[in-house]
């Protein structure tokens, strides 16, 4: 049976906001986006994050989990269920792990509380593995399609990293660069200026080896970057940079055992583009998704194709992107959905945990945050749709 919060919005009250809204603006492409909603990346799985789910909404879950199973032929629950945790660690189990538990927490919302997210999402966007969630939940992707995509991709990616270290005998991985907001262009320009051919950054450099090869994988927050490839070659960066490039950032080891955003992984590009040829994309879908490559939405099918391909080399632009919804789109609700706090903390830490009139971070890992959660996006939104 369907839950329904006191608070929480009847279809009909539904309606009455999507009128708003239409008066509000005359045409989609003069709409603001009020309401983000985005979705984790690697690194943030655990063993048993689905059964608090499972236990809360057995009627929703268990067929869920059922279905991606069938779709992978590969019990995939039962790993994130049971672990062990080195087996849900690995790259093909982690990612589509991560995805569908993502989705799964979305179909509860869905199911069990009504939520419609072509009535309340106005745009998504997901944090590097997260972008898929994001495009299936936005319409352009179909979930068997994405999830078996991520499932091939995550094996390709994982093989990259195998192949690599049997080479080189080095370890990879990632690495956070923590400093503070006003250094941060700075150590960007001067890790640049190290990793010329030679140094090893470029995807199109033939003078270094891919596996040499040292990446800025992510570009999170207006303090925090990530460094992807051999922690060797990391580590001769951060003497240089410290050395002579007059930046000491805190380095922090992420969760990850594979050098994603590398040039590393350009067979999972590859893959991607093959896959993606002729995959079933579509194009317009119900609402806007922000691309981690350009940090702004999906122009086109081909844009999107393209960019999501290149994605698996590229830097991901989340501060970009937050910056982009933040002060030119004027998001002012942003919801967070999947396993793990990464997410809304890189995001907190942008817009701030603001509660000013009908705005808000807010963040669905637990079934214990759904209901005070929806009721605080109504209550805003009540707010935001007074003030027009």
Partial sequence: MTRVLSTFPTRTSLLRIA???QRCYATAAESSL???LFFPGHGVQRVGMTRAWLEAYPSTVRPFLE?????LSYPLSKVIADGPVNKLNETENAQPGIMATSIMILRVLEKEYGLRTDEKIDVTLG???GEYAALVVAGYLEYPFALRMVRRRAEIMAECTRQAAQESGSTYGMMALVCEPERLESLIATIHQFLQPGAGSKVDSHEVPAIDQVLIANINSKNQIVLSGSFERIKQLLVQIREFG???PRAVEIKSNSPFHSPIMIPAMAYMRKILRDGPVKFPAN?????????????SKDDLKDLLSRQAVETVRWWDSIKYLDQTAKVKRWLGVGPGKVGRNLVGKEVGRSFAKGGGVWAISDPREVEPTLRALEETEAEDISSF
């Avoid at 279905?67 to 779709?71: A, G, V």
Wanted: hydrophobic content about 30%; charged content about 25%.
């Fill in 19 to 21: 009128n708003a809204r």
């Fill in 67 to 71: 279905e991606t199973d069938e779709i």
């Fill in 287 to 299: 609402m806007p998704c922000i691309s981690n490559v350009s940090g702004l939405p999906f122009r």
């Fill in 246 to 248: 007059g930046h000491d």
């Fill in 127 to 129: 944090h590097s593995l």
């Fill in 34 to 36: 009020r309401t983000a």
